[in-house]
């Protein structure tokens, strides 16, 4: 059973930071794709930042220049440094993997509350 594990929400000030990590096990098929996608309140899904297995990466331009994403080679794990946190960074966080079979994988999500 495919498991994605995310841990490293919490409630920050603006201008702190927070890490998330996420954990894949259980995939049966290598991971092409890992990212990190976000869900505020009344608002759709949407994409923060993915890293390729040849460490390419891609970023919401919401949050580049403040955030970074990355993952160790040969492991199932991908991590967001957030860094220079607004409020409108306020949203449930959501790890995502893709294997090569384009199968797409979500965690649970984890609340990331900016606020003073």
């Known amino acids: 059973q495919v498991q994605l594990v995310e841990s490293g929400g919490g409630l920050v000030q603006p201008g702190g930071s927070l890490r998330l990590s996420c954990e894949a096990s259980?995939?049966?098929?290598?991971?092409?794709?890992m990212g990190w996608y976000r869900q505020a309140p009344g608002k759709q899904r949407e994409l923060v930042a993915t890293i390729t297995s040849g460490f390419s990466t891609n970023y919401a331009d919401s949050v580049k220049g403040r955030f970074t994403i990355s993952r160790e080679n040969g492991k199932n794990t991908v991590d967001l440094q957030m860094n220079s946190l607004k409020p409108e960074d306020t949203a449930v966080y959501y790890c995502n993997a893709v294997d090569v079979t384009n199968y797409r994988y979500w965690g649970q999500g984890t609340q990331v509350t900016v606020s003073s």
């Open positions: 259980g995939m049966r098929f290598s991971i092409s794709v």
